[in-house]
């Protein structure tokens, strides 16, 4: 393998993160290290305080057994304390014992010989010793002879004899070693044991990680209808799974709009765009007078400003699609709206032939964007003056309701024209959906689709449904929204 | 009048220069945000015309550090964006009025001449008049040669506000914007039936009319 290509393949495949590079490693890690000083000091900490007992225990031996001799010198003398130290050298026991007369020379015991300071300072003393072969008077051949440290007491018999008294504290080392070896072996097997689990672990979090970097570069090359794998654990794993599915979600969604955007401008825009480039074309082939020049002219500023609107709603729609920020939401009066609205189209639908009807309670306020309410207020206002015939005779009356309705606000317009074939329904509030029986009024299409987006973006929705005769086309919206609209 | 054109799109600008000095204006122009911001803070300008995205700096921050100067130089913002929180935003930042791209020049031209007089200290008149056309704010009285004119609330503010500025033109998207507060593209012929209706009550057998109907451009009402 060359250098050269190195970086190149590791590009191209974002390689698995290297286990001790991996937080959850590290975190392991550092658990292992505290995990093991913990034990580390409790165990040396129990080692410490069982030596401790353990010689507190054999001083505790030492005062009971010169107890004892003390009491054998009381009742019997010199002769009964040198007796019962020949008993007591001659058990079994770890215990050191020694009488010297008061010259200093040793006549009973089981070691060899006493340093003279421990003979001649009553007190505590720790000294190397060497252990009698066969003590005074004692035959036993197989009695091992043996080497080590004593902690003793001496003291000095009022008669001048000296007793000395210990214990072999080699014992009491080899007790601290075994300690420490199963202390060690303790801390190794807590290492190990840490580390696999730690390694296991990390393992399963690694693995999950890479499910997610794995759903994200698929989601990069451009399957976006991928989705991180989420378990049935529920932990915090499956949270970020949950939460980054939603964001996909939406994205797509977005994704979606923006593309049925483009589908509509590609397909909507192009052809009267081309129309109006055949008709200004056309002008300028015929040079015939000015006058079908200018009127050509001003003919292709009209279709223009028709694009142009369309246009705008097309962005519209997209950008309510999308969600504008709450900010432009404010505690908006419905009733206000449905008033001034209907004011304002009042004369126009006089003109019309139709009637007009407001009917709203003096006030019903919501959290919303009112502009937005407005505007999807006069498409249907609009909807209703293109669509409804003028009336030979009678009356023919639009009607703009609000009212509560539970959790929900209603706003409605409801007309005595046509109506929307049920089949319909669904289809005509997508974009440029125009009925058939609708191509000869101007139109693109685009407004129920605005409706639609403005009841979407309040996180309501639009209905639409029969007036006997006619259409009634009712926006349903949450009251409390606004603050979580996205 | 004097007017200062922040735009960097060349043919935008140059095409609003010509067709402003056609309709009597003077004006200059800048090409960026930095050099506008120079020119509009050094020199007196009847109306800003300051379009929100231009490079170096953007208009919304270069209106910001001219009222932070107070400086009151009224400001038209030019903008692609039209969205409702997009215009509350260029408002919030000190600008006077807001057009979205694309235009019609008429529709420019009237909202400047508005901003322009706005900007003249008339604003607390408590009666206009025109003619014989009489309009009291506070008692809400309406007259015409003496004979006393009744208007609906919304027909009284219509009229208020085209007679505040009497003389200048007055577009529908301006009506509609002033009169009832909203910033939609009226799709039909809304503002025009309301207009007919106060024309009908104002200038009704009168020989010399006072609303009149400025081709492809609006309103206007005047002597
Ligand atoms: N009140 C109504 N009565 C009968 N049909 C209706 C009514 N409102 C809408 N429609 C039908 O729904 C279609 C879609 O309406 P929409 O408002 O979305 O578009 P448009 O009115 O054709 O064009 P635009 O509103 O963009 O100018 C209309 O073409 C019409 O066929
Ligand atoms: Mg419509």
Not at chain 1, 354 to 373: G, Q, W
Not at chain 1, 408 to 420: R, T, Y
Not at chain 2, 124 to 129: I, K, P
Not at chain 2, 141 to 164: G, N, S, W
Request: glycine share 8%.
């Amino acid at each position: 393998m060359t250098d050269g290509n190195g970086p190149t393949t590791e590009r191209a495949r974002p390689r698995r993160l290297a286990l001790w590079r991996t937080t959850t490693f590290r975190l392991t890690a550092i658990f292992v290290l505290i995990f093991v000083l913990f034990a580390v000091s409790l165990l040396g900490y129990i080692a410490y305080q069982s030596s401790i007992l353990i010689q507190r225990q054999q001083l505790v031996d030492i005062e009971r057994e010169l107890g004892q001799l003390n009491r054998e010198y009381q009742l019997g003398g010199t002769r009964a304390l040198v007796l019962a130290i020949q008993r007591f050298a001659r058990g079994p026991g770890p215990g050191i014992y020694f009488v010297a007369d008061p010259s200093g020379v040793g006549i009973a015991g089981n070691v060899i010989d006493v340093p003279i300071s421990v003979l001649e300072e009553p007190g505590q003393h720790t000294f190397a010793y060497e252990r009698d072969r066969p003590s005074f008077g004692d035959e036993d051949p197989n009695r091992p002879e043996a080497r080590g440290m004593a902690l003793v007491r001496s003291f000095v018999l009022p008669s001048g004899y000296r007793v000395v008294v210990g214990r072999d504290i080699v014992e009491r080392r080899s007790f601290a070693v075994i300690i420490f070896q199963a202390f060690f072996w303790g801390v190794i097997g807590i290492i190990v044991f840490s580390v696999i689990a730690g390694a296991i672990s990390a393992r399963r979090v690694l693995r999950r990680i890479d499910a997610i970097g794995a759903t994200s570069r698929m989601i990069m090359t451009g399957d976006l209808g991928q989705r991180v794998p989420v378990t049935r654990r529920n932990d915090e794993f499956d949270g970020l799974a949950t939460s980054l599915n939603a964001m996909l979600d939406r994205i797509e969604q977005l994704m979606q709009g923006m593309k049925d955007v483009t589908d509509n401008v590609a397909h909507d825009l192009k052809t009267p765009l081309t129309r109006m480039r055949n008709k200004v074309e056309a002008a300028l082939r015929d040079d015939r007078d000015e006058d079908a020049a200018k009127r050509a002219l001003e003919s292709t500023i009209e279709e223009c400003d028709h694009l142009i609107k369309t246009f705008n709603a097309l962005l519209m729609i997209a950008r309510v699609e999308a969600g504008t920020p709450a900010s432009a939401f404010e505690q908006t009066d419905l009733s206000a709206v449905a008033n001034d609205v209907g004011e304002l189209y009042a004369p126009v639908l006089e003109d019309a032939g139709l009637d007009l009807k407001v009917e709203v309670p003096e006030s019903l306020s919501l959290r919303a964007n009112r502009e937005l309410l407005g505007q999807a207020l006069v498409n249907l206002l609009e909807n209703a003056i293109k669509y409804v015939p003028r009336p030979d005779k009678g009356h023919s009356t639009v009607t703009i309701a609000a009212r509560e309705a539970g959790e929900n606000v209603i706003l409605e317009v409801a007309d005595q024209g046509p109506g929307i074939p049920e089949a319909d329904r669904e289809r005509v509030l997508e974009r440029f959906v125009r009925l058939e029986k609708s191509r000869t009024e101007a139109g693109s299409g685009l407004g129920l689709s605005l409706v639609a987006a403005v009841a979407q973006l309040h996180k309501g929705r639009v209905e639409i449904d029969d007036n006997h005769p006619g259409a009634i086309l009712r926006l349903i919206l949450p009251r409390q929204t606004g603050e979580t609209a996205a | 009048m004097k007017i200062l054109i922040i735009e960097d799109d060349r043919d935008a600008a140059s095409y609003l220069m010509t067709a402003l000095d056609e309709a009597g204006h003077v004006t200059h122009h800048a090409g960026d945000g930095d050099t506008g911001y120079a020119m509009a803070s050094s020199m007196d300008y009847d109306v800003l015309i300051v379009d929100r995205m231009l490079p170096r700096r953007d208009g919304l921050s270069i209106i910001e550090s001219l009222r932070a100067e107070n400086n009151k130089t009224p400001v038209l913002i030019l903008s692609a964006l039209g969205e409702v929180d997009d215009r509350v935003e260029g408002l919030r930042s000190g600008g006077d009025d807001y057009l979205t791209k694309p235009y019609a020049f008429s529709e420019l031209l009237a909202r400047i001449e508005v901003l322009a007089r706005r900007s003249a200290p008339a604003e607390a008149a408590t009666s206009y008049q025109v003619g014989d056309l009489s309009l009291d704010r506070l008692s809400r009285k309406v007259t015409r040669a003496e004979e006393d004119i009744q208007l609906q609330p919304r027909e009284f503010r219509l009229l208020e506000y085209l007679m505040k500025h009497a003389g200048q033109v007055v577009t529908r998207t301006m009506l509609l914007e002033n009169v009832w507060d909203y910033h939609f593209d009226p799709q039909t012929n809304v503002i025009d039936v309301h207009m007919s209706r106060l024309r009908s009550k104002i200038d009704r057998g009168q020989d010399n009319p006072l609303l009149h109907t400025i081709r492809g451009a609006g309103y206007m009402i005047r002597d």
